[in-house]
């Protein structure tokens, strides 16, 4: 069996697997769809059931991501995080103790936050290794090694997990200063001993000096490790190292396939559904079709459909309706009879498709997805067929979809779409009061709505939360506002309006930045900005009880200012990172910025449709190994200078306005 064709083979298997659980599919759909409520709700049911089942908790921290609820994902991803079987957990304990023997006062939480927790057994230990990593910093390598030979000894016969701790670091210490033959020999020896022959610290740390090696005979010893990697723990960075090893190594084809199975696995751990996904779970429950095809699919093909129903729904979404048709026309079920109103719908013939929905209204009253048809139908059409089944009457099918309605909205109450349909209920049943209420208090929800969806001075920024050494792409939001001050006597920010838990670094640089585009605004759109000295102005940052620091944020809070001295909204879909400098009062470009591709990664899994970034960083990420090319080519835009991150955050017509 040749490479592509086995990896394909393994994909189905994969997707076999996960698909078994039909909550956690039907919650992936749900999410693509928008509709975060419904599938917390599933998820949570599962982690109910099983409650160490990582793949939901996995999902629970996507869907907190893109609510907002950053308290709630941390904490979500920091017990994948300890619960992960594959893990690097020496090299990540060590890398903090390297930190603290750098800078103590900087690195000492990080590294009481790894000691107190389970991966770590001897904090005792990691203080003893510190003198190690001084004499490193030192460039005292002899030093360093016996340091950790000595401790080696000390732990050896006690504790072997210690023992193997002191070891890694003297490979990892000999890797840091160069000497790759002396790390390959220490990390070779340590697999002759019993128990560590596949102890994933040493193999992974091994692969990684294999490779700094750089010759075919090592880089070819750094593919078995992945090779073995991957069928041991369908490790996702496995993909991504022997697809570049096969590149170096010549070997094409191999490179190919394995990229391909890169971005399907980086997809599925992503909870984006497949074609196949999207069909088996609108098998189970009646989804609106057009909302279904507006899902942008994985590209992953494998799967199986079990029933003509998701084989006729993945044809559908291949875009041959007519198959679809077919099968609709000829089935009974309650659900299919819905697909196929639907499909009438579709085709243009709204009225065609009024009988059937109700038909299954009646039997299924409580399907807000019908029940939003038939109203929207009725507000432009005034069908009497629907207001005559809608209607109030005891015995009428209007009685049970209103009370499904009050018990949504007991639920739900921000639900701007409950009150508009049980607005349209109520005035069908000639109570034009309480209808009349519904509707504002409709008006009003969808109004907060388009507003929390296009902001005046929000905006998003691309972070990286690090949990022991390890990243973790974060989206957060970021505040500008401006307030009245004396005619042509304002136009500040004072340092007690700069709000957030932010270093002093970064209070510095968002007043400097603050000028900067204020200078900035003033030349580039004197037309939009007479006002500008009116108003004084604040600043916040969000996700306060962690601190905010370094200049990435620059970008962002560029934004965040000229959106507000313009008045003009922000797009929520889109998220920023970037160091900003001011060339001129008229001239501010854009640098590059650290740990590009997790925060590509993290705007990904926030399901945003772009992140823009510094041009500077385009190359970094055109050789990352965390997200897949094809991502970054979908999702990355690049800027270079601010005028340009202006012209794709806002559109061309800004310059025109």
Not at 380 to 396: N, V
Not at 481 to 495: E, N, Q
Not at 593 to 604: P, R
């Amino acid at each position: 069996m040749d490479l592509a064709r086995e990896a394909r083979h393994d994909d189905a298997r994969t997707v076999e697997r996960a698909s078994d659980d039909e909550r956690l599919l039907d919650a992936k759909v749900l999410v693509a769809l928008g509709d975060l409520d419904g599938a917390e709700r599933e998820v949570e049911a599962r982690l109910e059931e099983v409650p160490d089942d990582l793949t939901a908790l996995n999902l629970v921290a996507k869907v907190k991501h893109m609510k907002g609820e950053l308290s709630q994902a941390i904490a979500c991803w920091a017990q994948l995080h300890a619960r992960s079987p594959h893990n690097e957990l020496a090299l990540m304990r060590l890398a903090s103790i390297m930190q603290l023997a750098r800078d103590p006062e900087k690195h000492a939480g990080e590294f009481l936050a790894l000691q107190h927790s389970q991966l770590a057994k001897s904090p005792a230990l990691s203080l003893e290794l510190v003198e190690a990593f001084r004499h490193l910093l030192a460039r005292r390598f002899d030093e360093a090694h016996a340091t950790c030979d000595r401790l080696a000894r000390k732990h050896e016969p006690k504790d072997r997990d210690l023992y193997k701790l002191c070891v890694i670091a003297k490979a990892w210490i000999a890797e840091l200063s160069g000497q790759l033959d002396v790390a390959r020999d220490v990390l070779e020896g340590l697999g002759k001993e019993r128990g560590f022959e596949t102890d994933t610290d040493r193999v992974l740390s091994l692969a990684r000096v294999y490779e700094r090696s750089g010759d075919a005979v090592h880089l070819a010893k750094a593919v078995h490790i992945h090779q073995f990697l991957d069928r041991s723990f369908e490790k996702l960075s496995a993909q991504a190292r022997l697809a570049a090893l096969c590149r170096k190594l010549g070997r094409v084809v191999e490179a190919e396939a394995h990229e391909r199975r890169f971005e399907i696995a980086f997809e599925r751990r992503m909870h984006r559904p497949s074609r196949v996904e999207i069909a088996r779970a609108a098998s189970r429950r009646y989804l609106p079709l057009g909302r279904l095809r507006a899902i942008r699919p994985s590209t992953d093909p494998a799967g199986d459909l079990p029933d003509a129903r998701s084989r006729a729904l993945h044809a559908f979404l291949s875009g041959d309706e007519a198959s679809a048709l077919a099968h609709f026309e000829h089935a009974s079920d309650l659900i299919d009879r819905k697909y196929l109103a639907d499909l009438r719908g579709r085709a243009g013939d709204g009225d065609a498709a009024v009988e059937p929905f109700l038909q299954t209204l009646r039997e299924d009253p409580s399907d807000e997805h019908v029940l939003s048809f038939l109203l929207s139908h009725w507000e432009g059409s005034r069908d009497p067929r629907i207001a005559e089944a809608l209607a109030s009457a005891p015995d009428a099918v209007g009685a049970r979809v209103q009370e499904a309605l009050d018990r949504a909205l007991r639920s739900t109450p921000r639900r701007a779409a409950l009150w508009h349909w049980s607005g349209a209920m109520l005035a069908m049943a000639g109570d034009a009061t309480t209808a009349a209420r519904h509707r504002d208090r409709a008006q009003a929800l969808e109004e907060a709505q388009r507003r929390d969806s296009s902001p005046v001075g929000r905006v998003l920024a691309a972070a990286v939360y690090r949990f022991v050494g390890k990243g973790k792409g974060l989206i957060h939001q970021i505040w500008a506002d401006r307030k009245p001050a004396p005619p042509g006597r304002g136009g500040f920010l004072h340092a007690e309006d700069i709000l957030g838990n932010v270093t002093p670094e970064m209070r510095h640089a968002v007043r400097n930045t603050f000028f900067a585009v204020r200078e900035y605004a003033r030349s580039r759109f004197p037309h939009r900005t007479t006002d500008i000295l009116d108003y004084d102005y604040a600043y916040k940052v969000t996700k306060e009880d962690e601190p905010s620091g370094g200049l990435s944020a620059g970008l962002p809070t560029a934004l965040a200012f000229l959106s507000v001295f313009l008045q003009t909204p922000v797009p929520q879909d889109m998220a920023f990172s970037g160091v900003v400098i001011a060339d001129a009062h008229d001239v501010l470009v854009v640098r590059a910025i650290a740990e590009a591709e997790y925060k590509v990664k993290g705007a990904y899994h926030r399901n945003l449709r772009a992140i823009v970034l510094p041009a500077d960083n385009r190359h970094e990420l055109a050789q990352n190994q965390q997200v897949p090319r094809a991502v970054c080519d979908e999702l990355v835009r690049y800027a270079g200078a601010f005028d340009e991150a202006i012209t794709l955050t806002f559109g061309s017509g800004i310059w025109l306005d």
